[in-house]
Every structure is written in C-alpha cells, then in structure tokens.
C-alpha cells in the first residue's frame, strides 16, 4: 500500500513538472512572438516616419528638377541646363546621405516589416539610396557630364543639303520620301550628333563604372540577377540576391556540369559561371540560347493573346527586337489597350512623337483604346 502511495506521489510529482514546463514553454513561446510583433510595429513605424520625411523633401524637389529639365531640353540655354544640372545636385544628395540609408538598411535587415506596401516601399528606397553611396564628388560630376551631352544632343541639327533639321524633320523625311538617296542623305546627317558626343559619352560611362564597382558591382548595367554556364547554356537565375558580381568575387560554377562532367580537362569541367547582361544599345545581343527561348515563349504568349495590353510603356523608335517580335506574332483582331498618364497625352492626333501615334501607326486597324489615367487607376476600374 505503501509503495502504491509513493508510486503515486512520484507520479503526481512527474505531472506537475511537466505541467511547469510547458507552462513556462507556452510563456516563452508568447514572449517570442511578442518581441517579433514588437518589433514589427517598431520597424514599421520607422520606416512610416522615414517615408514621411523622404518625402517632403523628394516630391516637391523632383517636381521642380523634372520642370527644369523640361524646360532645358525644350529651350537649349545654358541657363535652363544650369538649373537643371543644379537641382539635381541637390535630389542626389538626399539619396547619397549615409546616415539616412544606414537606417534604411537596418530596418531591411531586421526582416520585420510585413506590410506588402511597406514591404514595396522600402524596397524601391533602399535600391534607390542604394545606387548613390559614392564619393559625392563623383556623383556630381556624373549629373554635370549628363547634363552637357543631353544639351548637345538638345541643341544638335542635322544638315542635309545645306539646311538645318529637327528629328521631326528627319523622321517626315524617312517615313514619307521615296528617294533613297534623300533618305540615306538624312540618315547619315542625323549620326553626326556620334563624332560630337562620342569621347564625352566614353569619358561618363568610365565613370559610371568606377562608381558601379565602388558599390559592389560589375558595371553601371551589370547589377542583374543572371549568371550563365557556357557548357550546357543554362542560367542561374535569383529575384531577391545580385549574383551577377559572383563573376570576379567566389567564381561560382554551374552545379549541374561541375556534377557531370567533373572528370573532364578540369575539376570543374569548365562550366564557370558568368554574368548575363542586356545591354541598353540599340542592337542587343540576344545569341544565348536561353534567351532565345525566353523570346520564343513571349511570341507564343503573344500569338494566343486576344488581347494584350501595355502599361506605362511609349513605345520607342529604338525598340527594335520588341517591335519585330510583335510584328510578327500579334493577330490581326487582337485588341491593343495602352494606359499611360495624363500629361502623356498629346492635343494633336497628328503629332507623330506621341506614344498614341506610335502605337496607332504600328498596330494600323486593330483595335486600340488608350486611357490616360495612369495604371492604378486602369486597375480600379477592371471590375467595373
């Protein structure tokens, strides 16, 4: 009997430190996922206050600095480029200042913040600070060389037969002339504006580069997310981690051939990886296989569309390769829907550098609504 007692006794003792533990379990468990809500709302807050802040600042600055340059590139006086090159001067230095992207940086390391909005804002503004923690002095001198081709290109004038012409005039040219030699006449003429801005446009991408690599990166262009194995012609592809760089700092090698072919000539089979980059010219390299294949998927998307629409998009003369994969792969009865902001409408349905008469003249009789409200409000009005 007695044995039974303390059998029992032990048991209840048993019980009742078990029953502490996960008591003082549950207490932990609280007061973990208190300190992350806490410090969801603490992140949060800040990044609020930051935004705020950002933002008197940035809005009314960028509006005046986009006036300026308006202004400038309409007008051609040194004055207007001037007080564009002045203001932004000033835009930057609210993106260079490092105490304002060191608190940006701790409040996107704390992985907090939850809020999709939030979440969005931050990362545009981190990216954005990001790209101006250089030397100061080489960010200005950046804004100053910019702002003198961008005048030269302004204030350049084709000549052809004595006369000076507009782009405008160039393009009537091009488009409605059927003599070939007027046409190749004021082609050349208009590439003449290459021997007056060509050393200056070397000189800015040197140092656009110079900064690119001080933050960490192969080139101005080259903070993309895409590495490529010249053995099997994959790639590596990442949306939230620049691997781009990996190139010139840990040499990454392609998994699947260094598996494969690891017995081969080499310990990795020759399968290092490099960066894939799209330049911004006006012939792009588009011969690796893969990105064949990405442009042959987009025609085949594009030849079942019975309606396809472009967001925020103008349309550009320079678009060659998207120009010839719509050519091609667009139906005839496809609708074409283009939303685009207010200010991107033009008075005059004739004005032939317009975004409206760039699609209208390209997709000829199909269908085509425009709609100048800008995208979120397009978006609103989907379910209507």
Not at 178 to 201: F, M, P, Q, Y
Request: proline share 1%; net charge positive.
């Amino acid at each position: 009997m007695r044995s039974n007692h303390l059998k029992t006794t032990e048991n209840m003792k048993h019980f009742l430190q078990c029953a502490a533990f996960f008591v003082l379990a549950g207490t932990t468990l609280v007061f973990i996922n208190g300190c992350k809500s806490n410090q969801k709302v603490k992140m949060e807050k800040e990044l609020s206050a930051f935004i705020q802040n950002y933002e008197s600042k940035a809005i009314p600055l960028t509006k005046e600095a986009n006036i300026a340059y308006w202004n400038a590139s309409i007008s051609g006086k040194d004055e207007d480029y001037k007080k564009s090159e002045k203001l932004n001067i000033q835009l930057t230095a609210i993106y260079s200042n490092k105490d304002e992207f060191a608190k940006l940086k701790k409040i996107k390391e704390s992985n907090a913040v939850t809020d999709p909005v939030l979440k969005r804002q931050l990362d545009v503004l981190y990216n954005s600070f990001l790209s101006n923690q250089a030397d100061t002095a080489k960010l200005n001198q950046m804004i100053k060389m910019q702002t003198e081709i961008e005048k030269k290109y302004s204030n350049f004038r084709a000549e052809v037969k004595g006369k000076k012409l507009n782009d405008n005039d160039i393009e009537t040219i091009l488009k409605k002339s059927v003599k070939s030699d007027e046409c190749r006449e004021a082609w050349l003429a208009h590439k003449n504006i290459g021997t007056l801005v060509s050393s200056d446009i070397i000189n800015l991408v040197k140092l656009r580069n110079e900064i690119a690599k001080e933050l960490g990166f192969n080139n101005y262009h080259g903070s993309m997310n895409w590495l490529h194995c010249k053995r099997c012609q994959r790639l590596f592809v990442t949306f939230f981690e620049k691997i781009a760089i990996n190139e010139y700092v840990n040499k990454p090698i392609c998994r699947i051939c260094e598996e494969n072919f690891s017995n081969e000539h080499t310990s990795d089979g020759g399968a290092l990886l490099s960066s894939q980059l799209i330049m911004p010219t006006f012939l792009k390299d588009l011969s690796n296989v893969q990105l064949k294949l990405i442009w042959q998927n987009a025609g085949i998307e594009l030849s079942e569309a019975s309606k396809i629409i472009f967001m925020g998009y103008s349309f550009p003369m320079a678009d060659f390769e998207l120009r010839q994969l719509l050519a091609r792969n667009v139906r005839h009865n496809a609708k074409i829907e283009v939303v685009l902001r207010s200010q991107d409408k033009s008075n005059n349905d004739k004005d032939n550098s317009s975004a409206e008469y760039r699609f209208k003249s390209f997709f000829g009789k199909r269908e085509i609504n425009m709609f100048y409200n800008g995208v979120e409000d397009y978006i609103k009005n989907l379910n209507n």
